[in-house]
């Protein structure tokens, strides 16, 4: 299983060490935090995330086997958070290992921008002055409209 | 008739419930259910443009036939990460 959630923070170096693999020399390893500031500038506390968590983990599954076919990357996984993530902190890392740092960037790349796209996966934004929205991501939104 | 166990997520699911039981009649369609959904709460139409729904954990297009016991999601656009 190459997607993972967990509630409350991340072992990100559990990850790391989790794709390691004498085969590898390069492993990559992405953070995604949380913003104190939406896009026009309102104040962001937190976010709070939910999942279809058997959807969300085999459509990672097969994001990560796209990966391998097209870069080699030997090993990918990623931990995502559920619930609420406080400003600051990491709500999603994505950690892979390949045998060169190319591919190592490049299926990293790769994997979170498929995943934000493609996984059922969900955020409202908590603000600052008390309000809350739901909000899709840009490629989330076009991938519905297809 | 059958019953299908609906499963709404985010905004969806704050109107529709993160579960519920729908009874459609024999032979209803996935947009079927929908459409009953969205007369029971208005608010849905919000949503017909970029809903979509899977089928036991396969993403389907509303016209895809649905049997008693199904387990329906329906799925607002995504936003993790």
Not at chain 1, 43 to 71: F, S
Not at chain 1, 91 to 106: G, I, K, T, Y
Not at chain 1, 118 to 146: C, H, L, Q
Request: charged share 25%; proline share 4%.
């Amino acid at each position: 299983m190459t997607l993972s959630f967990v509630h409350g923070p991340l072992d990100i170096a559990a990850l790391r060490a989790a794709v390691a693999d004498p085969a590898c020399g390069a492993i990559v390893v992405f953070e995604g935090t949380v913003r104190d500031r939406e896009e026009s500038g309102r104040e962001v506390v937190a976010l709070d995330y939910e999942a279809y968590e058997p959807m969300a983990c085999a459509e990672t599954d097969a994001i990560a086997a796209e990966a391998t076919e097209r870069w080699g990357a030997l090993r990918v996984l990623v931990t995502h958070r559920l619930g609420t993530v406080p400003a600051g902190e990491t709500a999603v890392v994505v950690a892979v290992a390949a045998p060169h740092r190319d591919a190592a960037f490049a299926a990293c790349a790769y994997v979170i921008g498929e995943l934000k796209a493609r996984a059922a996966i969900w955020k409202r934004e908590v603000y600052r002055d008390g309000g809350s929205a739901w909000i899709a991501n840009d490629a989330g939104e076009r991938a519905a409209r297809r | 008739m059958m019953t299908v166990r609906v499963l709404a997520f985010a905004g969806l699911r704050e109107i529709v419930g993160s579960s519920v039981e729908v009874a459609c009649p024999a032979g209803a369609r996935i947009g079927d259910v929908w459409s009953m959904l969205e007369r029971m709460h208005p608010a849905l139409s919000r949503w017909n443009d970029t809903v979509r729904f899977a089928r036991n954990g396969t993403v389907v297009g509303a016209d895809a036939a649905i049997s008693q016991g199904d387990e329906i999601a329906l799925l607002p656009p995504v936003g993790g990460g």
